[in-house]
């Protein structure tokens, strides 16, 4: 399965949408759940 390649605007859109789910309460595997991200590299 191809790697999938993020643009800068793609990066800071995900990382400005987690702090907004961080605020909401929800855990660091919630938000990475919920915006499709996984720790793998």
């Known amino acids: ?3 999938k390649r ?3 605007e793609a990066i800071i859109h995900k ?3 987690a702090d ?3 605020g909401q309460g929800k ?3 919630e938000v990475c759940k ?3 991200v ?4």
């Open 34 to 36: 919920a915006l499709g």
């Open 20 to 22: 907004v789910l961080i």
């Open 15 to 17: 990382l400005s949408e």
């Open 6 to 8: 993020y643009t800068a």
């Open 1 to 3: 399965m191809p790697r």
């Open 27 to 29: 855990t660091v595997q």
């Open 38 to 41: 996984t720790g793998q590299s």
